[in-house]
């Protein structure tokens, strides 16, 4: 009885567990690699995007780097292959929630421009829904001075087919400064969350593996 519990028990372990829900999918979130990979960039304006460190600007949300953009537009975006990323076509279509964050902030010495954009796509890479907050034709616009805060959002609700997420953002200073004086950014993350049945699931499989030990 006790081997039927187990068996049963690792069968659950592995159906709750065989996408990496909780875990940050976002190739260099915070330009930690000192660089720009994982990012596509479409517009590389002024002085372009960069990776900036303490030397040049010394408060990161968090690290050692950040992502700095100059005085003409700088956009750039990421897709996530939810299936490469080890996610079960059963999984995606139970349309577990989707939580998307980004920081961003103005220097202390100039005003900026941004955009942030949070997609959810199709396996055909249409559009299923999607969170902005400005765009590049209507930004939002910072003041000097405003300190790291994040844009967030979670999607929930949206139905089957999902099989990729887009993040788009983009930024420019309000001074037109040489250099990187433009909206900074830093620890996006885009994450896949269990539902509730799934959570309940794997207690489940944990109290009957618990259950064999004894």
Request: glycine share 14%; proline share 6%.
């Amino acid at each position: 009885m006790k081997k039927l519990a187990l068996v049963f028990a690792v069968g659950l372990v592995s159906a709750v567990l065989a996408g990496p829900f909780g875990v940050n999918l976002v190739t260099n979130p915070g330009a930690e690699t000192g660089d720009m990979s994982g990012w596509t960039i479409v517009q590389n304006g002024g002085s372009g995007w960069a990776a900036i460190d303490t030397s040049y600007y010394g408060n990161p949300h968090s690290g050692s780097y950040c992502f700095g953009t100059s005085y003409d537009w700088d956009t750039r975006y990421q897709v996530i292959n939810l299936l490469t990323a080890g996610f079960t076509a059963a999984e995606l279509d139970s349309a577990p929630p989707v939580v998307f964050q980004e920081y961003t902030q103005s220097r202390p010495d100039a005003g900026c421009s941004y955009f942030i954009r949070f997609e959810l796509r199709n396996g055909a890479g249409n559009v299923m829904a999607f969170w902005e907050h400005g765009t590049q034709n209507n930004p939002v616009v910072l003041p000097a001075g405003v300190p790291w805060f994040a844009e967030s959002h979670t999607f929930t609700g949206y139905g089957p087919g999902l099989r990729y997420l887009a993040i788009i953002d983009g930024g420019k200073d309000n001074v037109s400064w040489g250099g990187w004086y433009g909206a900074y950014f830093d620890d996006a993350s885009a994450m896949l969350v269990p539902e509730p049945a799934s959570l309940a699931l794997l207690g489940l499989a944990w109290g009957l593996l618990l259950l064999k030990r004894r």
